[in-house]
């Protein structure tokens, strides 16, 4: 049942507040003074949370953080499927992240696209003793040889190669100029750097700049002749195929896109961007960078959108139409007219199961904010949020747009925390990702992974919309959840009594 | 549009739809892409002896390695401990691999925290980290023993556990009896079998050899337990329990050492158990006096069984034993060591899988097997399929030693089946596809990874390894012992049987074979 139809604004705040006092209480008082900070009641009006952000965790305790280089390689560069991404140290990271993110590709794998293999240099001790530098060498000379048909390569590197004191950018470049001009990007994302896998993305925006935009013309740049429709989708990493379930939007608009990042996308069109007309920026966190960079040097525009839920597309449609001509505002209208009649009938069919239904999120990226939105036009309510890896401008965003006055704001929220705040919420669904998903099960509480949407997805556009609302309502109204408690102990011990 | 709120089509369906395919087409202009006739040449090439040879050459590059690294198997192994948070040093991120990596194939919760090192502590080191965070997971978590282990970046930059922990404790982190064992697993020595090895083996170290000088070292007073290390192992939740039934059947008294089959396997009944179960840390100390310890992996305790063994036990070693000659002697050791008799009811089990492999030989007899994997799991597989009558062909061991490589090859000269097989320690799944496609096999074993390689190669994939992601439930079935042979059998059956089934089926060509009876 919602809480805000037995409560009242106030008592749900002072009940927050009490649960913020209760999980303080177990932590020595150092720690205890340093989370507080990171643990608020969303007021009305206010311009951001209120809480404390991108700072680092905490040690000893159950962050579900992150490192840089899940940053670079697991969320920016890992979907560029025709380049080579190499793992660079041992063996571990690359493993850990093989395949787990659900990146859509289409291609040849292993052929001219590589996205779900895992290159590695499987650092040994003698690696870690001598140094890395003439192993990669090596290691470039064979992709070379039996991946011929790669455009690229990345070298990721894990926490040793900082450590160690390798030169990646000079082998990168004199294995660059050895090729023939060959794309070669090294990035620094080790796993120490910085507090969450946030700074990596920073990174690998960066690698971007240097290592793409200001590389000089090869002769492999795309040749397409511009046209005033020309946009590019940044921040969207296709996952169960996210990207494309919002392309297809853009472009019965009338916009064409000409690079997708990184979700399906490739070199050509990381390559081509600066001629985009405006730059369209689904995960403001992890690329704001590189379309303030475009901004600035390329005089492209950008501008964010959220396509989860038939109320934040239309909205996002008009907004990304509003930098073009009527033709294009036109065509938005077109497309909210058209998918009206699914976003009517998925409605009609889930909202009555759904309504009243209350969420807690905490996610990484756009998530905690974008997908309230969704929630809402199912009739859900979002009770509570949080970000892995946000920034105060992130909490900023969702303040002044998403969340409700009273929500419980939670960053970079650990295992004891969390489990604490569903234990008394009693939410009707937690969003969360694979590390949270049995521990709330287990409880009892219906868990959809909002990071990979577990098998399923898209979620984005208006297809997207449809399947989210399905799997909401599977998860929620799975028989499962009724027989949780065993019968013999469900019964009250006095029923059982009075019939002895 | 394809999509309807009646019948909801998600990513199996929907992209398949022409919308979406002319969508697809028209991306491609922006893609630069190859062209397609190139993209076949080379495709076609990498399935050749020429490619083999290149491929088999590489010396610097590992494309789709089979295996993990030490940490993970560290907090594998901690996790069997009654009450116990596995804490690893380093840089947070790893742990929250491990975490992911361990949830997706039980399907469980995954417990583990990092001191969360940033760059201050690569600099200054991660005593600081240490000690703040040994306080607050005591804390919060309320463990009964916090199991210390490294990531590669505390290693390189040379951080002593040993120093830390004491350092830590003389701070007030924990008390000063509150068991703190460690181990230091570099990620860039060995894999997640020797990060199992080096935890279990602090562990026990810290409670027998006196817990970091702050006690006496155990005095062993030999009784008759036995001991059993089951090892790094997907399947540790089935595994462990058949070999406790086994155990009580014969009436010997034993510990089960790093017992995580619990705590893998958690009822879903309204409440979050963060610890269940585990070898209780009274009987890991006991442990010391037991008469012997039965390793079920040797390539996952050969630093910890030389250990037992310089405490004057009887050490054994098994290779994952699979089917009924492993089982035998794993049984005749157990009745050996113990002095119990084998009882009846183990004899009828091993005449039920005898019966059951007579039954079904004749599908296997002859088939060639590619098979891919951790050492013991590998060489325990090929055991049962020289026994089957099958033919293994290419067993490939990532963190196979050469010692592995030696002991396969006498295994395979024992049987004229295991004749024309070659073992490949140290080699990893982009060569496994160079042999597939230029020797091939009738079947493939090994984990979920293999899918590529069923996808590219034709090889069906049976699936038994770690990590199993895309299959569900797997590990709760035992596949040691007479039960979990029969187990084993039966998945490699029902592959065939699908597959005789798939070849047949086409209707007015090749269904006469489409049998009733197989």
Known sequence: MSLATTQSIAEIRARNKELIEEVLKVYPEKTAKRRAKHLNVHQAGKSDCGVKSNIKSIPGVMTIRGCAYAGSKGVVWGPIKDMVHISHGPVGCGQYSWGSRRNYYVGTTGIDSFVTLQFTSDFQEKDIVFGGDKKLVKILDEIQELFPLNNGITIQSECPIGLIGDDIEAVSRAKSKEYGGKTIVPVRCEGFRGVSQSLGHHIANDAVRDWIFDKPESDGKPTFEPTPYDVAIIGDYNIGGDAWSSRILLEEMGLRVIAQWSGDGSLAELEATPKAKLNILHCYRSMNYISRHMEEKFGIPWCEYNFFGPSKIAESLRKIAGYFDDKIKEGAERVIEKYQPLVNAVIAKYRPRLEGKTVMLYVGGLRPRHVIGAYEDLGMEVIGTGYEFGHNDDYQRTAQHYVKDSTLIYDDVNGYEFEHFVEKLQPDLVGSGIKEKYVFQKMGVPFRQMHSWDYSGPYHGYDGFAIFARDMDMAINSPVWKKTKAPWKEASRAKLLAAE | MAQSAEHVLDHLELFR????????????????????????????????????????????????????????????????????????????????????????????????????????????????????????????????MIAVSTT?????????LNAFIKTSKEKGSVPADFDVPFAHTPAFVGSHVTGYDNALKGILEHFWDGKAGTAPKLERKQNGAINIIGGFDGYTVGNLREIKRILALMGIQHTILADNSEVFDTPTDGEFRMYDGGTTLEDAANAVHAKATISMQQWCTEKTLPFVAEHGQDVVSFNYPVGISATDDFIVALSRISGKEIPEQLARERGRLVDAIADSSAHIHGKKFAIYGDPDLCYGLTAFLLELGAEPTHVLSTNGSKAWHEKMQVLLASSPFGQGCQAYPGRDLWHMRSLLFTEPVDFLIGNTYGKYLERDTGTPLIRIGFPVFDRHHHHRSPLWGYQGGLNVLVKILDKIFDEMDKKTNVLGKTDYSFDIIR
């Open chain 2, 152 to 160: 590669c970046m505390a290693e390189v930059i040379g951080d002593d």
């Open chain 2, 17 to 144: 739809g022409p919308e979406y395919q002319q969508m697809l087409a028209k991306k491609k202009i922006f893609e630069n892409p190859r062209d397609p006739a190139e993209v076949e040449r080379i495709k076609e090439w990498t399935k050749t002896a020429e490619y083999r040879e290149k491929n088999f050459a590489r010396e610097a590059l590992a494309v789709n390695p089979a295996k993990a690294c030490q940490p993970l198997g560290a907090v594998f192994a901690s996790v069997g401990f009654e009450g116990t948070l596995p804490f690893v040093h380093g840089s947070q991120g790893c742990v929250a691999y491990y975490r992911s990596h361990l949830s997706r194939h039980f399907k469980e919760p995954s417990s583990c925290v990092s001191s969360s090192m940033t760059e201050d502590a690569a600099v200054f080191g991660g005593l600081n980290n240490m000690t703040d965070g040994l306080a607050n997971s005591y804390n919060m978590y309320k463990p009964k």
